[in-house]
Protein backbone atom coordinates (compact mmCIF):
# COMPACT_ATOMS: atom_id res chain seq x y z
CA UNK A 1 0.00 0.00 0.00
CA UNK A 2 1.60 3.48 -1.11
CA UNK A 3 0.65 6.67 0.59
CA UNK A 4 1.12 9.59 -1.13
CA UNK A 5 2.02 12.79 1.56
CA UNK A 6 1.37 16.17 0.74
CA UNK A 7 2.79 19.22 2.00
CA UNK A 8 -0.35 21.69 1.67
CA UNK A 9 -0.51 25.36 3.54
CA UNK A 10 -3.87 26.39 2.88
CA UNK A 11 -4.38 28.46 5.80
CA UNK A 12 -6.86 30.83 4.35
CA UNK A 13 -9.44 27.73 3.27
CA UNK A 14 -8.71 26.67 6.47
CA UNK A 15 -9.71 30.01 8.24
CA UNK A 16 -13.71 30.10 6.09
CA UNK A 17 -13.79 26.62 7.90
CA UNK A 18 -12.53 27.42 10.93
CA UNK A 19 -15.49 30.54 10.98
CA UNK A 20 -18.29 27.67 10.58
CA UNK A 21 -17.02 26.31 14.51
CA UNK A 22 -19.99 27.67 15.78
CA UNK A 23 -20.34 26.03 19.44
CA UNK A 24 -23.50 25.91 20.98
CA UNK A 25 -24.02 26.47 24.66
CA UNK A 26 -26.99 25.76 26.43
CA UNK A 27 -27.96 26.70 29.65
CA UNK A 28 -31.00 24.94 31.29
CA UNK A 29 -33.47 27.04 33.28
CA UNK A 30 -30.89 30.40 33.37
CA UNK A 31 -30.84 33.82 31.66
CA UNK A 32 -29.31 33.99 28.62
CA UNK A 33 -25.58 34.65 28.47
CA UNK A 34 -22.96 36.38 26.16
CA UNK A 35 -21.17 33.95 24.49
CA UNK A 36 -17.20 34.90 23.11
CA UNK A 37 -15.55 32.42 20.53
CA UNK A 38 -12.49 35.13 19.97
CA UNK A 39 -9.28 33.48 18.08
CA UNK A 40 -6.16 35.37 17.19
CA UNK A 41 -4.13 33.51 14.84
CA UNK A 42 -0.22 34.61 14.66
CA UNK A 43 0.19 32.37 11.45
CA UNK A 44 -2.19 34.41 9.40
CA UNK A 45 -2.21 37.72 11.04
CA UNK A 46 -5.66 37.95 12.33
CA UNK A 47 -8.24 38.35 14.91
CA UNK A 48 -11.88 36.81 14.66
CA UNK A 49 -14.26 37.50 17.19
CA UNK A 50 -17.90 36.00 17.17
CA UNK A 51 -20.77 36.99 19.77
CA UNK A 52 -23.68 35.30 20.60
CA UNK A 53 -26.64 34.56 23.10
CA UNK A 54 -27.25 31.72 24.78
CA UNK A 55 -30.04 29.40 24.68
CA UNK A 56 -32.24 27.83 27.17
CA UNK A 57 -31.11 23.96 27.48
CA UNK A 58 -34.55 23.16 25.37
CA UNK A 59 -34.67 25.77 23.10
CA UNK A 60 -32.96 23.97 19.71
CA UNK A 61 -33.46 27.72 17.42
CA UNK A 62 -30.19 29.21 16.24
CA UNK A 63 -28.34 31.75 18.82
CA UNK A 64 -28.89 35.26 18.71
CA UNK A 65 -25.69 36.90 17.41
CA UNK A 66 -24.91 40.13 18.63
CA UNK A 67 -24.14 43.10 16.47
CA UNK A 68 -24.03 46.18 18.56
CA UNK A 69 -20.78 45.33 20.88
CA UNK A 70 -17.98 47.43 20.89
CA UNK A 71 -14.26 45.80 20.58
CA UNK A 72 -10.55 46.11 21.16
CA UNK A 73 -7.27 44.30 21.39
CA UNK A 74 -4.40 45.48 23.31
CA UNK A 75 -0.91 44.92 22.22
CA UNK A 76 1.83 44.85 24.96
CA UNK A 77 2.93 47.73 23.44
CA UNK A 78 0.03 49.47 24.56
CA UNK A 79 -1.49 49.76 21.54
CA UNK A 80 -5.50 49.80 20.58
CA UNK A 81 -7.02 48.21 17.57
CA UNK A 82 -10.29 48.44 17.01
CA UNK A 83 -12.07 45.23 15.84
CA UNK A 84 -15.24 46.35 12.91
CA UNK A 85 -18.39 44.18 12.44
CA UNK A 86 -17.94 42.56 8.97
CA UNK A 87 -21.11 40.35 9.40
CA UNK A 88 -23.81 39.45 11.60
CA UNK A 89 -21.91 38.58 14.99
CA UNK A 90 -18.56 38.24 13.09
CA UNK A 91 -15.95 40.89 14.65
CA UNK A 92 -12.73 40.80 12.23
CA UNK A 93 -9.34 42.22 11.43
CA UNK A 94 -6.49 41.50 9.41
CA UNK A 95 -2.97 42.03 8.62
CA UNK A 96 -1.61 42.08 12.28
CA UNK A 97 1.42 40.95 13.45
CA UNK A 98 2.13 38.19 16.49
CA UNK A 99 5.25 37.85 18.22
CA UNK A 100 5.55 34.03 20.45
CA UNK A 101 5.63 35.40 24.17
CA UNK A 102 3.21 38.10 23.49
CA UNK A 103 0.53 39.18 26.20
CA UNK A 104 -2.53 39.93 24.13
CA UNK A 105 -5.66 41.49 25.72
CA UNK A 106 -9.02 41.68 24.27
CA UNK A 107 -11.68 43.95 25.39
CA UNK A 108 -15.41 43.74 24.47
CA UNK A 109 -18.56 46.43 25.84
CA UNK A 110 -21.91 44.70 24.92
CA UNK A 111 -24.75 46.14 23.50
CA UNK A 112 -25.93 46.06 27.42
CA UNK A 113 -22.65 48.20 28.36
CA UNK A 114 -21.18 45.69 29.97
CA UNK A 115 -17.24 45.19 29.92
CA UNK A 116 -15.48 41.72 29.33
CA UNK A 117 -11.81 41.03 29.26
CA UNK A 118 -9.38 38.66 28.95
CA UNK A 119 -5.91 38.08 28.04
CA UNK A 120 -3.80 35.50 26.39
CA UNK A 121 0.08 34.28 25.49
CA UNK A 122 0.98 34.50 22.02
CA UNK A 123 2.33 30.42 21.79
CA UNK A 124 5.17 29.43 20.04
CA UNK A 125 5.15 28.19 16.04
CA UNK A 126 4.72 24.67 15.24
CA UNK A 127 5.74 22.19 12.50
CA UNK A 128 4.75 18.83 11.23
CA UNK A 129 7.27 16.06 10.92
CA UNK A 130 5.04 13.87 9.22
CA UNK A 131 1.52 12.44 8.66
CA UNK A 132 1.69 8.66 8.92
CA UNK A 133 -1.71 6.10 7.77
CA UNK A 134 -1.93 2.83 9.40
CA UNK A 135 -4.93 0.28 8.17
CA UNK A 136 -7.29 -0.94 11.22
CA UNK A 137 -9.28 -3.62 10.21
CA UNK A 138 -12.32 -4.18 12.39
CA UNK A 139 -13.82 -7.47 12.13
CA UNK A 140 -12.99 -10.52 9.38
CA UNK A 141 -15.66 -9.53 7.41
CA UNK A 142 -15.13 -6.30 6.53
CA UNK A 143 -14.15 -5.79 2.88
CA UNK A 144 -13.83 -2.05 3.13
CA UNK A 145 -10.12 -0.87 4.12
CA UNK A 146 -10.04 1.71 7.08
CA UNK A 147 -7.04 4.12 8.32
CA UNK A 148 -6.08 5.71 10.89
CA UNK A 149 -4.01 9.14 10.63
CA UNK A 150 -1.17 9.70 12.63
CA UNK A 151 0.17 13.19 13.22
CA UNK A 152 4.02 13.43 14.28
CA UNK A 153 5.98 16.47 15.17
CA UNK A 154 8.67 17.44 17.78
CA UNK A 155 7.49 18.87 20.73
CA UNK A 156 9.74 22.71 21.61
CA UNK A 157 12.23 21.58 25.15
CA UNK A 158 11.84 23.73 27.91
CA UNK A 159 8.48 25.43 26.99
CA UNK A 160 5.10 24.68 28.55
CA UNK A 161 3.30 23.76 25.42
CA UNK A 162 0.13 23.16 24.36
CA UNK A 163 -1.90 21.45 21.45
CA UNK A 164 -5.00 20.92 19.35
CA UNK A 165 -5.54 19.09 16.18
CA UNK A 166 -8.46 19.84 13.45
CA UNK A 167 -9.20 16.90 11.17
CA UNK A 168 -10.64 17.81 7.68
CA UNK A 169 -12.08 14.83 5.71
CA UNK A 170 -12.33 15.71 1.75
CA UNK A 171 -11.88 19.61 2.71
CA UNK A 172 -14.72 18.39 5.68
CA UNK A 173 -14.36 19.66 8.97
CA UNK A 174 -14.73 17.10 11.36
CA UNK A 175 -16.42 19.62 13.88
CA UNK A 176 -16.78 17.75 16.77
CA UNK A 177 -13.48 15.95 16.59
CA UNK A 178 -11.44 17.73 19.84
CA UNK A 179 -8.24 16.47 20.23
CA UNK A 180 -6.28 18.42 22.47
CA UNK A 181 -2.85 17.48 24.17
CA UNK A 182 0.26 18.95 26.34
CA UNK A 183 3.21 18.27 26.58
CA UNK A 184 3.70 17.37 30.83
CA UNK A 185 6.85 15.35 31.45
CA UNK A 186 6.93 15.21 27.40
CA UNK A 187 8.98 18.44 26.92
CA UNK A 188 10.97 18.26 23.54
CA UNK A 189 10.12 14.87 22.85
CA UNK A 190 8.58 13.63 19.69
CA UNK A 191 4.57 13.58 19.76
CA UNK A 192 2.44 11.30 17.90
CA UNK A 193 -1.79 10.99 18.08
CA UNK A 194 -4.03 9.33 15.97
CA UNK A 195 -6.72 10.54 14.34
CA UNK A 196 -10.05 9.00 16.55
CA UNK A 197 -11.99 8.66 13.06
CA UNK A 198 -11.40 6.62 10.57
CA UNK A 199 -11.15 6.45 6.75
CA UNK A 200 -11.17 5.36 3.95
CA UNK A 201 -8.96 4.74 0.69
CA UNK A 202 -9.95 7.82 -1.92
CA UNK A 203 -9.58 10.08 1.19
CA UNK A 204 -8.29 13.13 1.12
CA UNK A 205 -7.00 13.93 4.71
CA UNK A 206 -5.95 17.53 5.83
CA UNK A 207 -4.41 17.56 9.57
CA UNK A 208 -3.70 20.90 10.83
CA UNK A 209 -1.84 21.40 13.94
CA UNK A 210 -2.65 24.23 16.38
CA UNK A 211 -0.09 25.82 19.45
CA UNK A 212 -2.45 27.56 21.55
CA UNK A 213 -2.60 28.83 24.52
CA UNK A 214 -3.02 27.06 28.08
CA UNK A 215 -6.38 28.82 28.46
CA UNK A 216 -8.19 27.46 24.94
CA UNK A 217 -6.12 23.90 26.06
CA UNK A 218 -8.59 23.85 28.95
CA UNK A 219 -11.69 25.34 26.63
CA UNK A 220 -11.17 22.61 24.19
CA UNK A 221 -10.03 19.84 27.09
CA UNK A 222 -13.47 20.33 28.67
CA UNK A 223 -15.39 20.28 25.51
CA UNK A 224 -14.17 17.22 24.81
CA UNK A 225 -14.85 15.82 27.91
CA UNK A 226 -18.99 16.71 27.78
CA UNK A 227 -19.10 15.46 24.23
CA UNK A 228 -17.13 12.37 25.69
CA UNK A 229 -19.86 11.86 28.36
CA UNK A 230 -23.14 11.53 26.11
CA UNK A 231 -26.76 11.95 26.77
CA UNK A 232 -26.65 9.74 29.60
CA UNK A 233 -23.99 12.28 31.77
CA UNK A 234 -24.95 13.97 34.93
CA UNK A 235 -26.04 18.06 34.16
CA UNK A 236 -24.50 19.41 31.58
CA UNK A 237 -21.91 22.02 32.40
CA UNK A 238 -20.16 24.87 30.14
CA UNK A 239 -16.13 24.55 29.46
CA UNK A 240 -14.45 26.77 31.56
CA UNK A 241 -13.24 30.04 29.90
CA UNK A 242 -11.25 33.01 30.35
CA UNK A 243 -13.55 35.47 30.72
CA UNK A 244 -14.99 36.23 34.07
CA UNK A 245 -18.44 37.36 33.22
CA UNK A 246 -18.93 35.27 29.91
CA UNK A 247 -18.79 31.99 28.52
CA UNK A 248 -16.39 31.28 25.70
CA UNK A 249 -13.08 31.78 25.60
CA UNK A 250 -9.83 34.46 24.41
CA UNK A 251 -7.81 31.83 22.14
CA UNK A 252 -4.06 32.78 20.67
CA UNK A 253 -2.91 30.13 18.10
CA UNK A 254 -0.35 29.15 15.74
CA UNK A 255 -0.36 26.08 13.04
CA UNK A 256 0.72 23.92 10.30
CA UNK A 257 -1.34 21.71 7.75
CA UNK A 258 -0.21 19.05 5.81
CA UNK A 259 -2.48 16.52 3.75
CA UNK A 260 -2.36 12.72 2.86
CA UNK A 261 -3.88 11.07 0.10
CA UNK A 262 -4.58 7.51 1.40
CA UNK A 263 -4.29 4.85 -1.88
Same mark, same amino acid.
Given at each position: ??? @? ?20 ? !? ?20 ? &??? %? ?14 ? !? ?45 ? #? %???? &? ?24 ? $? ?12 ? @? ?10 ? +? ?24 ? +? ?34 ? &? ?9 ? !? ?7 ? $? $?? !?? #? ?5
Amino acid at each position: MNF @KHILYFFGLILLLAACEEVITL !DLENDAPQLVIEAVADATLGIL &SVQ %LTQSNDFYDNSLPKTI !DGASIELKRASGERIAIPLVTSGRYFMDELIFEAGERLEIQIIDEEN #Q %LHLA &SAIVPHAIRIDELEAMERNFGRNSDT $QKFQVFTHWLDVAE @KESFYRIKTFRN +TDFLANSYTVVDDLNMEGERLSRPSF +TTFEAGDSIQIQLLSINEEMYTYFLDLANIQGEGPG &STTPYNPKGNF !DNALGYFGV $Q $QF !DT #QLIILE
